[in-house]
């Protein structure tokens, strides 16, 4: 069962966004990321609320500073599941991350990895495609 605070806090920002409150909707992305509670979820409750931010549809090429706020605060537990677990999901949302605050070499070297990583387990898997496009795109 997801955290009660977590589930409340995503509400509020997805009620910010469909407000049409794009840059409070991030800040709040960066104050859930950057607590200390949330290093204390578990890793599944972690890890959908950092796809809710980061494979959201519609996000500019140039994001603006609140987005490369979140996203900066994103970086934090993205590299703490990714060490712990090496899961190649979490590369992606690593490199997607780098890519929005400007880090180019970041983004190809975790995309990489997790392309690596999902080619060892199933070479004809979506995410295996979805991750050869992220490397071919930076």
Not at 49 to 56: D, H, S
Not at 69 to 81: E, F, M, W
Not at 115 to 131: H, K, W, Y
Request: charged share 20%.
């Amino acid at each position: 069962m997801p955290n009660e605070e977590l589930v409340a806090a995503v509400k509020i920002i997805i009620g910010l966004a469909k407000a049409g409150k794009v840059d409070e909707s991030y800040a709040a992305y960066a104050q859930l990321f950057s607590s200390a509670a949330f290093m204390t979820y578990p890793e599944a409750d972690q890890r959908q609320g950092l796809k809710l931010m980061v494979l959201a549809k519609g996000i500019p090429t140039f994001p603006g500073p609140a987005i490369v706020a979140a996203h900066k605060s994103a970086l934090v537990p993205i590299k703490a599941l990714v060490a712990a677990h090496d899961e190649p999901a979490d590369y992606e949302l690593l490199g997607l991350c780098c890519v929005r605050v400007g880090d180019e070499a970041g983004a190809r070297a975790a995309f990489q990895r997790g392309l690596d990583l999902e080619r060892a387990r199933n070479p004809q898997s979506p995410l295996c495609g979805t991750l050869m496009k992220w490397v071919a795109s930076v």
